[in-house]
């Protein structure tokens, strides 16, 4: 566990929760804090907090509409001012500071740090942990979650990568490109052995759910077959293996979010009888 | 009437109590239950003060406490957060002087490296007037925090 994960799940204890209804008392929890959350009109920013003296207050742009989303701001604000108040006497996060998502620039250490107290705090280990051992990978079953929780679905479906104990990766591609992936352990493994990738800037292969949601077909939102090819670079996989793929299409961000399964065997057989 | 064993302490209130609650049944009116305990030789009023100062205690010193009282700090806190809007008007007119303000008030909130602020504060120089009213307006709202806790 980070260090930042291990700060959120010390507040946690510290403030007795015990049913994860209280971690919607966001504003609660971030006052026996010292910080008083608060919404007004920022620009150029989606979120600010001045800290002075052990006490802070946190300024949440009145312009994001989501909930989900204010909540991740109050708790990714929370993080910098557990974590980095030494440091930092004021700060203003952008919105790319504040990722649901994967992906960061260099010298931005401290907004991740940030991002992942905010998403151990909402999403956290004694809770979240053992609902992701409970049903079959899906992103149905991601979203029932979201929902519990009050959190984005982006943001749910990276948390549970870390719980997961199936080989399964989170895709998230705008405008027809696969712009960042993650998978979990049991994913990584078998990329890392059969020595594939999947292809960050690409255009989605035609013959993914998820391209074919950008065609603008209304397709049912479920688990399907796809070829592994649809989605993987050459590797040591059968050419002809399949994996599961369930897509969401987002129409106000142009994106899909996908969630792939490797449920079966993909190793190329032939090429391990070949190799002995 | 029947005996009336005394309290003394804070224990013997509670032992006596759940024996109490667990012996009369929740549909039971108020009334009746009164009746009850001026049977047992309690009077209702006393008996009543008496568990209030307990529970107020108990829950002043509960782990839990935090989920009752924050909302209400809270509430305080926003109220008074608003008044120093109030007292900013004249500084709309005027940029450099909410620059100064917010320094100065920096440099009075002091143990944070002033250099430092400006740094972590990207757009500073290009903050709209209203984000830097706002962020003055926190933080005299802070510097009086800081002064009340002091106090």
Known sequence: ?276 | MKKRRPIETEAQLLVALERFFTNISQSEPIEAIDEELREYGYDPKALGSQIEVLSKRALANSQLNWRIQARQEIDAAKEKLNRFEYMTPDHHSDRSFTLNSIQQLLRKLGSQDSQLVPAHFRNFDSASDQDLLSLLQELEFLASSHENHED
């Open chain 1, 1 to 276: 566990m980070s260090f930042a994960a291990q700060s959120a799940d010390h507040l946690i204890d510290r403030l007795g929760i015990t049913k994860r209804s209280d971690l919607l008392l966001l504003e609660e929890i971030a006052w026996t804090r010292g910080i008083l959350v608060k919404e007004g009109l920022l620009e150029g920013s989606e979120a600010r907090l001045v800290m002075a003296k052990g006490r802070g207050v946190i300024t949440i742009s009145s312009s994001i509409q989501d909930l989900r989303r204010k909540r991740f701001s109050i708790a990714h604000e929370l993080g910098h001012f557990e974590l980095h108040r030494a440091q930092r006497g004021l700060s203003l996060c952008l919105s790319e500071d504040i990722r649901e998502g994967v992906g960061r620039t260099a010298g931005q250490d401290l907004e991740q740090e940030a991002n992942e107290f905010a998403s151990a705090l909402l999403l956290p280990y004694r809770f979240f942990a053992p609902l992701c051992k409970k049903q079959e990978p899906s992103l149905d079953y991601v979203a029932h979650l979201a929902n519990d929780f009050s959190t984005s679905l982006t943001a749910t479906a990276l948390r549970y990568l870390n719980f997961c104990e199936e080989p399964v990766a989170i895709v998230y591609s705008h405008d027809n490109r696969i712009q960042w992936f993650q998978g979990s352990k049991d994913f990584e493994t078998i990329r890392e052995d059969l020595e594939f990738f999947i292809d960050v800037r690409a255009r989605l292969d035609r013959s993914s759910l998820a391209a074919t949601m950008f065609q603008g077909r209304n397709l049912p939102s479920k688990m399907s077959r796809v070829l592994a090819s649809s989605w993987f670079t050459s590797g040591r996989y059968d050419q002809n293996a399949t994996i599961l793929e369930h897509s969401y299409f987002m129409p106000t961000y142009n994106a899909t979010l996908t969630l792939l399964w490797i449920d079966e065997d993909i190793e190329n057989e032939d090429e391990e009888l070949t190799e002995d």
